[in-house]
């Protein structure tokens, strides 16, 4: 069952939990690792990796895998990226696609060039709780407003990192989840994104990774969508909202229920027809309370489809966090 060789090139926090969903996918087998940090690497070897190494090339040569996870900061991205899919490899590419949507342009160009595929990891996307909550607002009708709220109060460790340039602003390193979650939470079909035709972001920032977002986004279906992000405020706090006609959904993405008890996390409220909406979330149809983007990349892989988050997808999605940034206010083309 196990067809698809998989690798993972970063090993920090993020890296380690790409490895537990590659452990937790029965189409995959972990064949190599890579961390520049040894002591990193060395902990990688409880999930049994066939190959373990620090420079990520010898990695690759040696463990020859189908797939790999690039799950470095994004201003390290770029060469990785470029050198998995030159070789042929179905690549992951961590959020952001890069530092500035010029990377993200970089990794497209590569990735036409190449025989293999990309996704950009926008995991929210693929939260089977949400899929649900989609297409029940989709059934009446569509989506007619969207809120997102994205708030964290960054490490001293993220602030140094900014600094370096190894990671872009936090609006478009962070809350890119949510900008990305509002296009595809408003769109009119289950497997796309809405289109954005309009921006108007109020941002005002007092120091590097104290940045205040406010925007509204209308998009082609005539539905608007608003984000809220601040970072340097109390904590980190992941909401989101969906609305069709008569129906609403509030869904608090700071904690998520383990899957086991995801069919109706107490951390959603639904509301239908005036009342709250007391029916389970049904899973079924997003591939179960264990589906994500690893179980959907291999599931692209190995039926030659591609994935809902391709880097065409995520460039626009880039574009939007660097309009907001800008504070833009006016059009917005999808399409440079
Ligand atoms: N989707 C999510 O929910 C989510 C959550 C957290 C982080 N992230 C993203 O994941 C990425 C990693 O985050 P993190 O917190 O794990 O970062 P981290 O800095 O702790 O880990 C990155 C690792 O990459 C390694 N690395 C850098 N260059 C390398 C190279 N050339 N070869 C091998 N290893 C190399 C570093 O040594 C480091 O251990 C970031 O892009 C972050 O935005 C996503």
Redesign the pocket.
């Known amino acids: 069952m196990a067809s698809l060789k998989a690798a993972v090139?970063?090993?920090?926090?993020?890296?380690n939990?790409h490895l537990q969903m590659i452990a937790d996918a029965p189409e995959m087998r972990l064949v190599g690792v890579?961390?520049?940090?040894e002591q990193?690497l060395a902990a990688a070897a409880a999930f049994e990796p066939e190959v373990a190494a620090?420079d990520?090339r010898e990695m690759l040569d040696r463990a020859r895998p189908d797939v790999v996870y690039v799950?470095?900061?994004?201003g390290?991205?770029l060469p990785?990226v470029r050198e998995c899919l030159e070789r042929g490899i179905h690549t992951s590419v961590?959020?952001?696609p890069g530092n500035t949507s010029a990377d993200t342009a970089a990794m497209i160009e590569v990735e036409a060039a190449s025989t293999a595929m990309a996704i950009a990891?926008f995991?929210r996307r693929y939260f089977p709780q949400i899929l649900a909550v989609k297409r029940l607002a989709l059934a009446r009708g569509g989506p007619v407003h969207a809120a997102a709220t994205y708030n964290k109060n960054p490490s001293d460790k993220v602030v140094e990192?900014m600094s370096r340039g190894l990671?872009p602003p936090a609006l478009i390193?962070?809350s890119i989840?949510h900008v990305d979650l509002l296009r595809w939470l408003v769109s009119d079909s289950m497997e796309t994104t809405g289109v954005v035709t309009h921006v108007h972001a109020e941002t005002y920032r007092s120091s590097p990774a104290r940045e205040r977002h406010n925007a509204v986004i209308t998009f082609a279906n005539g539905a608007r969508a608003v984000l809220m992000s601040h970072f340097g405020v109390g904590t980190r706090i992941q909401r989101a909202e969906l609305h069709a006609e008569d129906f609403s959904a509030y869904m608090d993405l700071t904690r998520m229920s383990p899957p086991e008890e995801a069919h109706r996390p107490d951390t959603f409220e639904l509301f239908a027809d005036g009342d709250p909406y007391e029916a389970p979330l049904d899973l079924a149809p997003e591939g179960g309370p264990y589906f994500n983007e690893t179980r959907h990349f291999a599931d692209c892989i190995l039926n030659g489809r591609r994935p809902w988050s391709t880097l065409e997808d995520a460039l626009v999605t880039m574009r939007l966090c660097e309009a907001i940034y800008a504070g833009h206010k006016g059009s917005f083309a999808e399409a440079p």
């Open positions: 090139i970063g090993l920090g926090g993020h890296g939990n890579s961390d520049l940090d990193r620090t990520y799950v470095t900061l994004p390290h991205l990785i961590e959020k952001s990891s995991n990192n990671m390193c962070d989840h």
